[in-house]
């Protein structure tokens, strides 16, 4: 079975904090993709990352970055310097190789972001 | 074009009635996918066509019916809702289903069940 935890339901931070957003995973694939998306209000899913089982490099994006640990199946996400902006939900999601396009997305953590 | 468009972007009907939710990509992707989501919840898989084909069905209650007239549309028809069906629907698109392809969602129809 596939899973995907986001143990933080809720997290509230003030403007210019470095914020992390974790996310657990659970498969028994062993070729898989790991996303994370942001939900503003307005509904739509914004992509911010995908990546598969095979890279476990880190990647950074301006101020986001994703810290990506088979050895522990998490694929955090930490904002530096948040800004109002950044507040949203935020889905971390997994997609098993031979899932036929399933995508199952962990609890979401809604991130609040005060100035 | 990068974009998956959904209309209406909010709908109201009754529980009689019969509607449509319709999805549109010219990204040429073969997949795509409708999700519900209801408020405060992460969303859920309803259907997967892939090159226009249903691949996958959720065990979805039949009021809900998918069709995939061509590799670039993507409907939804909804007949005799219950007020729980109440929620945002999702469409999305990937180039292929499976393979880990990235997902172009569209913004959603907010669907409210009367």
């Known amino acids: 079975a596939q899973k995907v935890t986001q143990a933080q339901t809720e997290i509230s931070v003030v403007e210019k904090e470095d914020v992390t957003l974790d996310c657990v995973y659970e498969t028994r694939d062993t070729t898989y993709y790991l996303f994370w998306y942001k939900q503003p209000p307005s509904g739509e899913l914004v992509f911010l990352i995908r990546r598969n089982s095979f890279d476990e490099q880190n990647e950074i994006s301006g101020r986001y970055s994703w810290n990506f640990q088979k050895s522990t199946s998490s694929f955090n996400f930490t904002i530096t310097a948040s800004q109002v902006v950044d507040s949203a939900v935020y889905f971390c999601?997994?997609?098993?190789?031979?899932?036929?396009?399933?995508?199952?997305f962990g609890q979401g953590t809604e991130l609040s972001v005060k100035p | 074009d990068t974009e998956v468009t959904q209309t209406p972007k909010h709908l109201v009907m009754g529980m009689t009635n019969k509607k449509s939710l319709k999805c549109e990509q010219h990204?040429?992707?073969?997949?795509m996918y409708w999700y519900k989501q209801k408020a405060k919840k992460p969303p859920e898989l309803m259907f997967v066509y892939s090159y226009e084909k249903l691949s996958i069905n959720e065990s979805v209650p039949s009021r809900f019916s998918p069709e995939c007239p061509n590799s670039s549309l993507l409907n939804l028809h909804l007949h005799a809702l219950q007020p729980e069906d109440s929620a945002l629907y999702l469409c999305?698109?990937?180039?292929?289903?499976?393979?880990?392809?990235?997902?172009?969602f569209g913004s959603g129809t907010r669907l409210t069940v009367v």
């Open positions: 990204m040429g992707h073969r997949a």
């Open positions: 999601a997994l997609s098993g190789y031979n899932q036929g396009g399933k995508l199952i």
């Open positions: 999305a698109s990937s180039q292929e289903s499976g393979q880990g392809y990235g997902y172009t």
